[in-house]
């Protein structure tokens, strides 16, 4: 009868408690990766595939940076 305690058995307890412990470093773990996948997908959605040099051509277009810049920041985005 060793093992047993009031009918309990310890090592039932303790598998029990080990698969208590696995389940919330599992729900973790999904917390992390679902965090971490709507973070990326969230950077992606916003950045609508353009590259630097799109992002350039638009600031151009607008007015935000006068053509001497424009031709200095595609120069150094080219090399």
Known sequence: MMGYYGGYNYGWNL???LWMILWWVVIIIAIIALVRWLRHGYHHMHSHGQTALDILKERYAKGE???KEYEEKKKD???
């Open 15 to 17: 598998l029990g408690f």
């Open 65 to 67: 940076i006068d053509k």
């Open 77 to 79: 985005l080219e090399v």
